[in-house]
Protein backbone atom coordinates (compact mmCIF):
# COMPACT_ATOMS: atom_id res chain seq x y z
CA UNK A 1 0.00 0.00 0.00
CA UNK A 2 1.38 3.51 -0.97
CA UNK A 3 -0.28 5.90 2.09
CA UNK A 4 1.24 8.86 0.30
CA UNK A 5 -0.65 8.07 -2.38
CA UNK A 6 -3.40 7.62 -0.55
CA UNK A 7 -3.82 10.33 1.38
CA UNK A 8 -3.19 12.72 -1.36
CA UNK A 9 -5.81 11.05 -3.19
CA UNK A 10 -8.30 11.58 -0.33
CA UNK A 11 -6.77 15.06 0.38
CA UNK A 12 -7.49 16.32 -3.19
CA UNK A 13 -11.13 14.89 -2.81
CA UNK A 14 -11.51 16.53 0.43
CA UNK A 15 -10.31 20.25 -1.22
CA UNK A 16 -13.05 19.52 -3.55
CA UNK A 17 -10.91 18.71 -6.34
CA UNK A 18 -10.72 16.01 -9.01
CA UNK A 19 -9.17 12.83 -9.33
CA UNK A 20 -8.62 11.18 -12.99
CA UNK A 21 -7.87 7.94 -13.56
CA UNK A 22 -8.28 4.80 -15.86
CA UNK A 23 -10.42 1.50 -15.91
CA UNK A 24 -7.57 -1.20 -16.66
CA UNK A 25 -9.50 -4.56 -18.23
CA UNK A 26 -6.68 -5.96 -20.47
CA UNK A 27 -3.29 -7.92 -19.20
CA UNK A 28 -0.73 -5.65 -19.79
CA UNK A 29 1.20 -4.08 -17.10
CA UNK A 30 2.22 -1.66 -19.83
CA UNK A 31 -1.15 0.03 -19.71
CA UNK A 32 -0.74 0.67 -15.94
CA UNK A 33 2.89 2.28 -16.42
CA UNK A 34 1.64 4.84 -19.60
CA UNK A 35 -1.22 5.75 -16.38
CA UNK A 36 1.22 6.31 -13.88
CA UNK A 37 3.69 8.28 -16.47
CA UNK A 38 1.41 10.14 -17.48
CA UNK A 39 0.25 11.09 -14.13
CA UNK A 40 -2.98 9.89 -13.42
CA UNK A 41 -4.33 9.96 -10.23
CA UNK A 42 -5.93 6.30 -9.73
CA UNK A 43 -6.37 2.95 -11.77
CA UNK A 44 -8.96 0.53 -11.09
CA UNK A 45 -8.20 -2.91 -12.50
CA UNK A 46 -10.70 -5.00 -12.80
CA UNK A 47 -11.05 -8.41 -11.70
CA UNK A 48 -14.71 -8.40 -11.58
CA UNK A 49 -15.07 -8.60 -15.73
CA UNK A 50 -12.99 -10.07 -18.16
CA UNK A 51 -9.73 -12.16 -18.09
CA UNK A 52 -7.18 -11.17 -15.66
CA UNK A 53 -5.94 -13.72 -13.44
CA UNK A 54 -4.31 -12.74 -10.22
CA UNK A 55 -0.51 -12.67 -11.52
CA UNK A 56 -1.74 -9.68 -14.14
CA UNK A 57 -3.44 -8.19 -11.31
CA UNK A 58 0.01 -8.10 -8.71
CA UNK A 59 1.55 -7.03 -11.94
CA UNK A 60 -0.35 -3.84 -12.52
CA UNK A 61 0.04 -2.94 -8.86
CA UNK A 62 3.74 -3.47 -9.18
CA UNK A 63 3.65 -0.76 -12.00
CA UNK A 64 2.45 1.90 -9.80
CA UNK A 65 4.65 1.35 -6.48
CA UNK A 66 6.98 4.84 -6.10
CA UNK A 67 4.40 6.48 -7.56
CA UNK A 68 1.43 8.66 -6.57
CA UNK A 69 -0.83 6.75 -9.08
CA UNK A 70 -3.42 4.91 -6.53
CA UNK A 71 -3.85 1.30 -7.19
CA UNK A 72 -7.46 0.08 -6.92
CA UNK A 73 -8.81 -3.37 -7.60
CA UNK A 74 -12.78 -3.93 -8.18
CA UNK A 75 -13.38 -7.53 -7.09
CA UNK A 76 -15.65 -9.50 -8.34
CA UNK A 77 -18.08 -9.69 -5.53
CA UNK A 78 -17.91 -8.69 -2.12
CA UNK A 79 -15.86 -11.97 -0.42
CA UNK A 80 -13.98 -11.74 2.51
CA UNK A 81 -11.15 -14.38 0.74
CA UNK A 82 -11.33 -12.58 -2.38
CA UNK A 83 -10.78 -8.65 -0.37
CA UNK A 84 -7.87 -9.80 1.74
CA UNK A 85 -6.02 -11.91 -1.28
CA UNK A 86 -6.29 -8.62 -3.60
CA UNK A 87 -4.54 -6.11 -0.53
CA UNK A 88 -2.30 -8.98 0.51
CA UNK A 89 -0.46 -8.07 -3.17
CA UNK A 90 -0.60 -4.48 -2.07
CA UNK A 91 -3.75 -2.82 -3.76
CA UNK A 92 -4.37 0.32 -2.42
CA UNK A 93 -8.18 -0.04 -2.20
CA UNK A 94 -10.82 -1.98 -2.82
CA UNK A 95 -13.98 -1.03 -5.54
CA UNK A 96 -17.25 -3.36 -4.37
CA UNK A 97 -19.43 -3.74 -7.23
CA UNK A 98 -23.04 -4.03 -6.77
CA UNK A 99 -23.56 -2.75 -3.11
CA UNK A 100 -27.32 -2.21 -2.34
CA UNK A 101 -27.55 -2.53 1.35
CA UNK A 102 -25.94 -0.79 4.59
CA UNK A 103 -25.31 -4.27 6.02
CA UNK A 104 -23.25 -4.93 2.63
CA UNK A 105 -21.07 -2.14 2.67
CA UNK A 106 -20.15 -2.86 6.58
CA UNK A 107 -19.33 -6.19 5.74
CA UNK A 108 -16.97 -5.09 2.85
CA UNK A 109 -15.39 -2.57 5.49
CA UNK A 110 -14.85 -5.37 7.93
CA UNK A 111 -12.93 -7.40 5.12
CA UNK A 112 -10.68 -4.37 4.70
CA UNK A 113 -9.61 -3.36 7.82
CA UNK A 114 -7.28 -5.51 10.72
CA UNK A 115 -9.42 -6.41 14.42
CA UNK A 116 -10.30 -5.55 16.40
CA UNK A 117 -12.20 -2.87 13.67
CA UNK A 118 -12.48 -5.84 11.59
CA UNK A 119 -11.83 -9.20 10.06
CA UNK A 120 -8.72 -8.74 7.73
CA UNK A 121 -6.01 -11.64 8.24
CA UNK A 122 -2.42 -10.77 8.34
CA UNK A 123 -0.56 -12.62 5.35
CA UNK A 124 3.54 -12.47 4.54
CA UNK A 125 2.92 -11.12 0.91
CA UNK A 126 4.04 -8.09 -0.84
CA UNK A 127 2.18 -5.89 1.43
CA UNK A 128 3.91 -6.71 4.41
CA UNK A 129 7.12 -6.81 2.49
CA UNK A 130 6.78 -10.16 3.11
CA UNK A 131 6.49 -10.37 6.59
CA UNK A 132 9.29 -8.24 7.37
CA UNK A 133 7.31 -4.91 8.28
CA UNK A 134 4.27 -5.78 9.89
CA UNK A 135 3.74 -3.48 12.66
CA UNK A 136 4.31 -0.58 9.88
CA UNK A 137 1.68 -1.85 7.63
CA UNK A 138 -0.94 -2.50 9.98
CA UNK A 139 -0.39 1.33 10.95
CA UNK A 140 -0.69 2.37 7.35
CA UNK A 141 -4.13 -0.30 6.47
CA UNK A 142 -6.36 1.62 8.48
CA UNK A 143 -6.17 4.28 5.78
CA UNK A 144 -6.81 1.68 2.95
CA UNK A 145 -10.05 3.00 0.22
CA UNK A 146 -12.60 1.57 0.40
CA UNK A 147 -15.43 2.09 -2.92
CA UNK A 148 -18.69 0.91 -2.99
CA UNK A 149 -20.11 1.12 -6.99
CA UNK A 150 -24.02 1.95 -6.98
CA UNK A 151 -25.34 -0.48 -9.83
CA UNK A 152 -29.10 -0.60 -8.84
CA UNK A 153 -32.30 1.11 -8.29
CA UNK A 154 -32.64 -0.99 -5.30
CA UNK A 155 -29.43 0.56 -3.90
CA UNK A 156 -31.09 3.75 -3.30
CA UNK A 157 -32.98 4.12 -0.35
CA UNK A 158 -29.47 2.54 1.63
CA UNK A 159 -27.65 5.41 0.60
CA UNK A 160 -28.38 7.58 3.46
CA UNK A 161 -27.53 4.99 5.89
CA UNK A 162 -24.16 3.64 3.26
CA UNK A 163 -23.16 7.40 3.78
CA UNK A 164 -23.27 7.38 7.79
CA UNK A 165 -20.79 4.75 8.09
CA UNK A 166 -16.90 5.32 8.66
CA UNK A 167 -14.44 4.19 6.49
CA UNK A 168 -16.06 4.93 3.08
CA UNK A 169 -15.38 8.64 1.77
CA UNK A 170 -16.11 8.03 -2.33
CA UNK A 171 -18.82 6.06 -3.76
CA UNK A 172 -18.51 5.08 -7.53
CA UNK A 173 -21.79 4.89 -10.09
CA UNK A 174 -22.02 2.36 -12.81
CA UNK A 175 -24.63 3.78 -15.32
CA UNK A 176 -24.62 1.04 -17.19
CA UNK A 177 -25.68 -1.84 -14.50
CA UNK A 178 -28.17 0.77 -12.91
CA UNK A 179 -30.32 1.31 -16.36
CA UNK A 180 -30.39 -2.59 -16.33
CA UNK A 181 -31.94 -2.81 -12.83
CA UNK A 182 -34.21 -0.10 -14.41
CA UNK A 183 -35.53 -1.82 -17.48
CA UNK A 184 -32.83 -0.59 -19.54
CA UNK A 185 -30.49 -3.50 -20.05
CA UNK A 186 -28.32 -2.63 -23.23
CA UNK A 187 -28.33 1.45 -22.05
CA UNK A 188 -25.50 3.44 -20.87
CA UNK A 189 -28.58 5.48 -19.32
CA UNK A 190 -32.14 4.60 -20.47
CA UNK A 191 -34.86 7.08 -20.04
CA UNK A 192 -34.67 8.57 -15.93
CA UNK A 193 -31.83 7.27 -15.06
CA UNK A 194 -29.56 9.93 -15.67
CA UNK A 195 -31.61 11.95 -13.14
CA UNK A 196 -31.59 9.21 -10.71
CA UNK A 197 -27.93 9.10 -10.93
CA UNK A 198 -28.01 12.48 -10.11
CA UNK A 199 -30.45 12.66 -7.69
CA UNK A 200 -28.16 10.00 -5.69
CA UNK A 201 -25.26 11.61 -6.26
CA UNK A 202 -26.87 15.18 -4.38
CA UNK A 203 -27.41 12.98 -1.43
CA UNK A 204 -24.28 11.62 -1.25
CA UNK A 205 -22.34 15.06 -1.59
CA UNK A 206 -24.90 16.74 1.23
CA UNK A 207 -23.79 13.71 3.42
CA UNK A 208 -19.86 15.37 3.02
CA UNK A 209 -18.87 12.08 0.74
CA UNK A 210 -17.70 12.15 -2.77
CA UNK A 211 -18.89 10.68 -5.88
CA UNK A 212 -17.26 9.03 -9.03
CA UNK A 213 -18.55 7.95 -12.66
CA UNK A 214 -16.86 7.22 -15.82
CA UNK A 215 -16.91 9.22 -19.23
CA UNK A 216 -17.72 8.04 -22.06
CA UNK A 217 -16.26 10.72 -24.27
CA UNK A 218 -14.14 14.11 -23.78
CA UNK A 219 -18.05 15.73 -23.65
CA UNK A 220 -19.29 13.67 -21.07
CA UNK A 221 -16.68 14.45 -18.98
CA UNK A 222 -16.78 17.44 -19.19
CA UNK A 223 -20.44 17.11 -18.26
CA UNK A 224 -19.64 15.05 -15.13
CA UNK A 225 -16.95 17.56 -14.05
CA UNK A 226 -19.33 20.40 -14.21
CA UNK A 227 -22.50 18.05 -12.47
CA UNK A 228 -19.71 17.69 -9.46
CA UNK A 229 -18.53 14.35 -9.95
CA UNK A 230 -14.90 14.14 -8.72
CA UNK A 231 -13.43 10.54 -9.40
CA UNK A 232 -13.61 10.82 -12.89
CA UNK A 233 -13.01 7.48 -15.21
CA UNK A 234 -11.15 9.09 -18.57
CA UNK A 235 -12.07 5.39 -20.07
CA UNK A 236 -11.05 1.99 -20.43
CA UNK A 237 -8.45 1.16 -22.00
CA UNK A 238 -10.17 -1.18 -24.50
CA UNK A 239 -12.44 2.12 -24.60
CA UNK A 240 -9.98 4.22 -25.67
CA UNK A 241 -8.16 2.19 -27.71
CA UNK A 242 -11.40 1.63 -29.70
CA UNK A 243 -12.03 6.08 -29.97
CA UNK A 244 -8.78 6.34 -30.88
CA UNK A 245 -8.68 3.72 -33.48
CA UNK A 246 -11.72 4.82 -34.95
CA UNK A 247 -10.84 8.53 -35.05
CA UNK A 248 -7.73 7.43 -37.17
CA UNK A 249 -10.02 5.05 -39.24
CA UNK A 250 -12.87 7.64 -39.93
CA UNK A 251 -10.18 10.31 -41.06
CA UNK A 252 -9.33 7.63 -44.27
CA UNK A 253 -13.29 6.85 -44.81
CA UNK A 254 -12.80 3.18 -43.07
CA UNK A 255 -14.78 3.88 -40.01
CA UNK A 256 -17.33 0.92 -38.83
CA UNK A 257 -18.85 -0.49 -36.26
CA UNK A 258 -17.81 -4.07 -35.08
CA UNK A 259 -19.82 -7.15 -34.77
CA UNK A 260 -20.33 -9.08 -31.79
CA UNK A 261 -21.13 -12.06 -33.70
CA UNK A 262 -17.47 -14.51 -33.84
CA UNK A 263 -18.85 -15.67 -37.39
CA UNK A 264 -17.01 -14.08 -39.96
CA UNK A 265 -19.61 -15.04 -42.33
CA UNK A 266 -21.36 -11.65 -40.35
CA UNK A 267 -18.64 -9.52 -39.93
CA UNK A 268 -19.08 -6.24 -42.03
CA UNK A 269 -16.79 -6.45 -45.21
CA UNK A 270 -13.32 -4.34 -45.29
CA UNK A 271 -12.92 -3.24 -49.47
CA UNK A 272 -9.19 -3.43 -50.23
Known amino acids: MKATAVNRFRSMLDADGSVYGLWVTLESPTITEIAVALGLDWVVIDAEHGHLDWKEIAEHVRAT ?11 AERDTALIKRALDIGADGIVVPWVETEEQLRQAIQDCHYPPAGRRGIGGERATVWGQCLPQHVDEAGDVLVIPMIES ?9 MCRLDGVTTFF ?3 ADFSSSAGHAGQWEGPGVAQQIL ?4 VIRSAGKHCGVMSTSIEDLQRRREQRFQMLGLGSDTGLLFRGLQDALRSVDRDRMP ?6 AESPAVEE
Open 173 to 175: FGP
Open 199 to 202: DVKQ
Open 153 to 161: VAAIEAVPA
Open 65 to 75: VRSQTVALVRI
Open 259 to 264: ATSLDL
